[in-house]
Nanobody, 117 residues
Framework: QVQLVESGGGLVQAGGSLRLSCAAS????????LGWYRQAPGKQRDLVAL???????HYADSMKGRFTISRDNAKNMVYLEMNSLKPEDTAVYYC???????????WGQGTQVTVSS
């Protein structure tokens, strides 16, 4: 089992920045991917960014150049630095951990990010 706890959400003006943090605990050794997803009201949950156990990153197209995902393996933390925020970035942001063998998928409780225009 893996437990994920997000923090760092809040209200920010357009053009501003926020840093989300996710603390992971439990069977961390089994995790292949750590990532961030977001879900706006009435919409599906979409990938924002992910980072592999080896440090390779992947971003959704609309986040490239604005968001940066990173991890601190010593602290079992994953971060999402968000810059140049837009009102359309408003959503609940979820931390995700995924293992391939056996296939497991874990979610945090989510943190609200609201960007005002």
């Amino acid at each position: 089992q893996v437990q994920l706890v997000e923090s760092g959400g809040g209200l920010v003006q357009a053009g501003g920045s926020l840093r989300l943090s996710c603390a992971a605990s439990g069977s961390i050794f089994s995790i292949d991917f750590l990532g961030w997803y977001r879900q706006a009201p009435g919409k599906q949950r979409d990938l924002v960014a992910l980072i592999t156990s080896g440090g390779t990153t992947h971003y959704a197209d609309s986040m490239k150049g604005r968001f940066t995902i990173s991890r601190d393996n010593a602290k079992n933390m994953v971060y999402l630095e968000m810059n140049s925020l837009k009102p359309e970035d408003t959503a609940v942001y979820y931390c995700n951990a995924r293992s391939l063998a056996p296939p497991q998928n874990y979610w945090g409780q989510g943190t609200q990010v609201t960007v005002s225009s």
